[in-house]
DNA sequence: TATTTTTACGCAAACGTTCCCGACATCGAT
DNA sequence: ATCGATGTCGGGAACGTTTGCGTAAAAATA
């Protein structure tokens, strides 16, 4: 019992005509007569026929499909960024795919050889935290499929690019806890090597610069698997307390990780913003239900994706090869609440 | 520039052997010489060749890959089921593709076209809370395509379902409450007809029933977007405080309106638990950290995902038509936090 | 009426693959 | 030397669609 559709060829059977007929018929071609295509298109709509996109993608080569790529969709940044590409994609006519790397690398070049393979029109791509080299991109991107990265993005591959302007979003957290009167602060970060990891510090960096702090090393701690492993949180917050100085604030980078880091500073028995002040990217909602209400770093995740899927569409449907790539720069949004702020008591 | 793979014919053209001769080194079979296949295997391997999926799906009318069909992703409960189903799917050779209903009826009948038309080989489905009538999925089903329920389930068509035990959940919760001394419990749900909305319903019924407090359909509030807009879970909590009766606790049916509830009740100025005790049913690992920290019904989320895709997996490459199917109700978990203590102030 | 143009349709190739069937060598057995 | 068996391989159809080209009949023109 398989699940047969009526095709082109059985309307063609069915009403004694070829199957150039009855296709030319369906796309209303000039060159059948009326009768014919009127008789055409009432039987395929009784019959309910629908043409076949797998017979479609083999002839012409695409699909009308974006794949994305992303390490997790169980994450409010991936998947409020996940929305903006549909809402986009999917009033343009496209379809999409989502796979998820779980931040190996592995699977992430699984998965492009996959989708590629599959005649997806163009990716949609943040990098896992296990990449460290780009040749399974730069390979099909050389070869024509067209690539637009956001987020997580590398310098290895010139095309277009969406991030949030992780410098700035970094320094006005990290300002923002120093103004409050906060002097050791530590940075709790993903992946050393991805670009996400290194704008923010780079912005961490620059505020304490700013206020004449000095940049110490080994208050910086990096989460290789971006999180998505509880114990490597745990460590590394650990690891953060260890240090000599006494850490009063930290400011984490990344949505897994601003969370995780929050549930292990809780079993630690540390209180915030009383023994440590925590701010942090994420993109949850649930921030002001926290105890105490978190202060965040907010991603336009949304928009990063609508506009990422702009571009990708735009290279896609692009007669000519596109030489002219940019690299759209969104803002972040500080959003204070209680547990970056200094307790008058103290 | 367009993106082109090697095919077997370059193969042959390559080599100076036909298509068939290639296809079938490529697959070993016996009737190849061994030093032919040698030759082709080294070429094949040398160019990188990859058969094309496409092809094969058209040949062969399967594709080795699922259709999930989820009303949103940006759901904890949903997020966790998928990575069950991925985790399944992957070591078995299919190949997921995710699709987000956003509790829209419409939305889903398109995707369910969609995927149907190319070629998945079986769909898992949790029903959007706009569907009333299963007629997209009963067609399909009826011609062979097979289909696995979960989560939200419909009794009208015969075949696997994979469920948590809605209705133990939802009257372990509100026992819980009433055996903590709360007495007028409110009960906020998702969309009435939803099987996830009866069984709950059902459950917190039971409880009532067992410590002989009458039920009140006024308690009984319905998100019939499944908490989707916040402005839905906003009125309906507004309005079970209309109620005369003062309400001094909410259990709350779904991922989205719990949390979304909760929100609620903080821009509302109530005190969980002094003024309303909160419990409901979500899957967020992040209910600890809450203000306070937040009872919960917790769903097998990921097992429910393993178990659903093993079915769907046993139908399709079952060599014979299925016909006992059966339904697998797995347990939920009680997880009791101060939003549900009663004060002992009070 | 004879010729050209138009109208309306069919044939067949192509996309990449599998597989049924047939063809041809080689070889051992008769 | 002939025969059947065996081992290797190629031809071609099929999956569903589009499309260039060819062509018959009908209409328009001379």
Same mark, same amino acid.
């Given at each position: 019992?398989?699940?047969?559709?009526?095709t082109i060829k059985d309307i063609g059977k069915a009403l004694g005509l070829s199957t150039s007929?009855?296709s030319r018929a369906l796309r209303g071609s000039y060159e059948i007569s009326s009768e014919t295509?009127?008789?055409?298109?009432?039987?395929?709509?009784?019959? !309910?026929?629908?043409?076949? /996109? =797998?017979?479609?993608?083999?002839?012409?080569?695409?699909?009308?499909?974006?794949?994305?790529?992303?390490? &997790?969709?169980?994450?409010?940044?991936?998947? #409020?960024?996940?929305?903006?590409?549909?809402?986009?994609?999917? !009033?343009?006519?496209?379809?999409?795919?989502?796979?998820?790397?779980?931040?190996?690398?592995?699977?992430?070049?699984?998965?492009?050889?996959?989708?590629?393979?599959?005649?997806?029109?163009?990716?949609?791509?943040?990098?896992?935290?296990?990449?460290?080299?780009?040749?399974?991109? %730069?390979?099909?991107?050389? %070869?024509?499929?067209?690539?637009?990265?956001?987020?997580?993005?590398?310098?290895?591959?010139?095309?277009?690019?969406?991030?949030?302007?992780?410098?700035?979003?970094?320094?006005?957290?990290?300002?923002?806890?120093?103004?409050?009167?906060? %002097?050791?602060?530590?940075?709790?970060?993903?992946?050393?090597?991805?670009?996400?990891?290194?704008?923010?510090?780079?912005?961490?960096?620059?505020?304490?610069?700013?206020?004449?702090?000095?940049?110490?090393?080994?208050?910086? #701690?990096?989460?290789?698997?971006?999180?998505?492993?509880?114990?490597?949180?745990? &460590?590394?917050?650990?690891? =953060?307390?260890?240090?000599?100085?006494?850490?009063?604030?930290?400011?984490?980078?990344?949505?897994? =990780?601003?969370?995780?880091?929050? #549930?292990?500073?809780?079993?630690?028995?540390?209180?915030? /913003?009383?023994?440590?002040?925590?701010?942090?990217?994420?993109?949850?909602?649930?921030?002001?239900?926290?105890?105490?209400?978190?202060?965040?770093?907010?991603? /336009?995740?949304?928009?990063?994706?609508?506009?990422?899927?702009?571009?990708?569409?735009?290279?896609?449907?692009? %007669?000519?090869?596109?030489?002219?790539?940019?690299?759209?720069?969104? #803002?972040?949004?500080?959003?204070?609440?209680?547990?970056?702020?200094?307790?008058?008591?103290?």
């Open positions: 019992m398989k699940f047969e559709p009526v007929t009855v295509k009127k008789l055409v298109l009432e039987y395929a709509e009784k019959m !309910n026929y629908r043409p076949n /996109p =797998i017979a479609l993608s083999l002839k012409e080569r695409r699909n009308h499909s974006l794949g994305i790529i992303v390490c &997790e969709i169980a994450n409010n940044f991936f998947s #409020q960024a996940i929305n903006g590409i549909e809402s986009i994609a999917y !009033n343009r006519g496209y379809h999409v795919i989502i796979s998820q790397s779980h931040e190996s690398f592995e699977r992430e070049t699984v998965i492009v050889d996959h989708m590629a393979s599959r005649s997806v029109d163009g990716l949609l791509v943040s990098v896992s935290s296990g990449t460290k080299e780009y040749d399974h991109f %730069k390979n099909l991107y050389e %070869k024509g499929l067209p690539i637009v990265f956001f987020d997580r993005v590398t310098s290895e591959i010139n095309t277009h690019k969406v991030i949030a302007d992780n410098f700035k979003g970094a320094f006005d957290a990290t300002e923002h806890l120093i103004t409050s009167g906060f %002097k050791r602060i530590a940075h709790l970060t993903s992946a050393p090597y991805l670009s996400i990891s290194i704008e923010r510090l780079e912005g961490y960096k620059a505020a304490l610069s700013k206020y004449n702090i000095e940049f110490d090393e080994k208050l910086v #701690q990096y989460c290789h698997n971006g999180g998505m492993i509880y114990e490597e949180v745990e &460590e590394a917050v650990k690891n =953060i307390f260890k240090h000599k100085a006494k850490v009063d604030a930290i400011f984490t980078a990344g949505d897994r =990780i601003t969370t995780t880091c929050i #549930q292990t500073l809780h079993k630690l028995g540390k209180k915030i /913003p009383e023994d440590v002040a925590v701010i942090g990217f994420t993109n949850t909602n649930l921030a002001e239900l926290f105890h105490p209400p978190l202060s965040v770093v907010r991603q /336009p995740a949304f928009e990063i994706g609508q506009v990422a899927t702009e571009l990708l569409i735009s290279m896609i449907e692009s %007669k000519r090869p596109v030489v002219d790539f940019e690299t759209r720069v969104l #803002q972040t949004e500080l959003v204070i609440r209680e547990s970056s702020i200094k307790t008058s008591t103290t």
